[in-house]
């Protein structure tokens, strides 16, 4: 994505893997033993966060949040739904996103922690990345992540069964 061109509304946010759809829906988290066994990713896969800031910085995106996530948010911070709403949202294409920086940083990372500063209540996108339909797609999809994200690959193993929880939350 570049800054010129705002992303069509079946786009998510990140640089990591533009060019994603996205669905309000929750998909169909039930497969089949036939089905799982077909995923690459059937023995798991390896991811830890190292809290880089990589994910909430660079290229302009968007970041989906709902009403309870905007609440959450509001809640979280002390904060008048309102004030939320006009300061850290937009509308984009009849839904609602995180606002970002003119350098396309989420108005919510603090650049001297390198961490969000509402990391408890962050939006179902946050929470899931990089367990994502699109990054699971293949083999190609999740290599092309570990680019961005030096936590793609490395650490804990993540169980079939935790990615596809974590994947079923949010459809991007």
């Not at 069509?8 to 893997?17: H, I, L, M, N, R």
């Not at 896969?45 to 290229?59: D, E, H, S, V, W």
């Not at 709403?85 to 003119?102: D, G, I, Y």
């Not at 408890?120 to 990345?129: G, N």
């Amino acid at each position: 994505m570049t800054a010129e061109t705002p992303p069509p509304e079946d786009q998510k946010p990140s640089k990591q893997a533009p060019n994603q759809s996205t669905s309000a829906s929750l998909p169909d988290s039930t497969s089949s033993t036939s089905e799982s066994q077909e995923l690459w990713y059937k023995n798991g896969l390896k991811f830890r966060c190292t809290q880089c800031g990589n994910c909430c910085t660079g290229a302009p995106g968007v970041v989906w949040v709902d009403d309870e996530e905007v609440q959450a948010i509001a809640d979280f911070l002390d904060k008048p739904v309102g004030e939320i709403r006009l300061m850290h949202t937009r509308p984009f294409r009849n839904k609602v996103s995180l606002t970002e920086f003119a350098n396309g940083d989420c108005t919510f990372f603090d650049p001297e922690s390198r961490g969000c500063s509402i990391y408890p209540v962050r939006p179902k996108q946050c929470r899931t990345w990089p367990f994502w339909s699109s990054n699971l797609a293949d083999e190609k999809a999740w290599g092309s992540i570990k680019g961005d994200c030096p936590g793609a690959g490395c650490g804990d193993l993540i169980s079939f069964d935790e990615i596809e929880i974590r994947r079923s939350v949010i459809d991007i």
